[in-house]
T-cell receptor
Framework: GAVVSQHPSRVICKSGTSVKIECRSLDFQATTMFWYRQFPKKSLMLMAT?????????EQGVEKDKFLINHASLTLSTLTVTSAHPEDSSFYIC??????????FGPGTRLTVL | AQKITQTQPGMFVQEKEAVTLDCTYDTSDPSYGLFWYKQPSSGEMIFLIYQGSYDQQNATEGRYSLNFQKARKSANLVISASQLGDSAMYFCAMREGQGFWGSQGNLIFGKGTKLSVKP
């Protein structure tokens, strides 16, 4: 079945540094990928919709200059958290849409900013 | 191997009736957490309910309850008194380890079930 991977699965970084998270669809092409942030016992917050070959669509309240999204190919989208701060510590999840509009989720990336 | 299985790609329910969405899971870790999320057409993922593997009672949140059968490794979501606004995709997910963040490992999702509520 369709698989979506994320790399790294965990990352710890110092405040002020940037961190890049990769999301890959391993056996299908995804023109659309989504980035979410998970909060304890709350909704997965949709951060942005990543479209291959065009600019990402950010949800209201998400800083596009802080969370840079690049959908470089039909199988890869990256989320870069720039100048990370402790409040950015969270669990980031991506998902990818197949051509049949089935959504597959990546396993997530746990970011800890010290 | 698939760790979360949702066998119902689509379900229909009459308004005001109850509906059960199936979810089975596979893990060898005695500590784990089970989640249900609702995804309306907007794409957001609305947290519905959480069940820890050591929780003594089935989790309930308003009209949502989780029918947790540990021996069968099933965590079915029951929605009582369905409403038109319940029409959405529903995803079951699991994270190994104790507590909401588990061992801070992967959150594994099922493929989802599309629920349609008929007036």
């Amino acid at each position: 079945g369709a698989v979506v991977s994320q790399h790294p699965s965990r990352v710890i970084c110092k405040s002020g540094t940037s961190v890049k998270i990769e999301c890959r669809s391993l056996d299908f092409q995804a023109t659309t990928m989504f980035w979410y942030r998970q909060f304890p016992k709350k909704s997965l917050m949709l951060m942005a919709t990543s479209n291959e070959g065009s600019k990402a669509t950010y949800e209201q309240g998400v800083e596009k200059d802080k969370f840079l999204i690049n959908h470089a190919s039909l199988t890869l989208s990256t989320l870069t958290v720039t100048s990370a701060h402790p409040e950015d510590s969270s669990f980031y999840i991506c998902s990818a849409l197949t051509s049949a509009d089935t959504q597959y989720f990546g396993p997530g990336t746990r970011l800890t900013v010290l | 191997a698939q760790k979360i299985t949702q066998t119902q790609p689509g379900m229909f329910v009459q308004e005001k009736e109850a509906v059960t969405l199936d979810c089975t899971y596979d893990t060898s870790d005695p500590s784990y957490g089970l989640f249900w999320y609702k995804q309306p057409s907007s794409g957001e993922m609305i947290f519905l309910i959480y069940q820890g593997s050591y929780d003594q009672q089935n989790a309930t949140e308003g009209r949502y309850s989780l029918n947790f059968q540990k021996a069968r490794k099933s965590a079915n979501l029951v929605i009582s008194a369905s409403q038109l606004g319940d029409s959405a995709m529903y995803f079951c997910a699991m994270r190994e380890g104790q507590g909401f963040w588990g061992s801070q490992g992967n959150l594994i999702f099922g493929k989802g079930t599309k629920l349609s509520v008929k007036p």
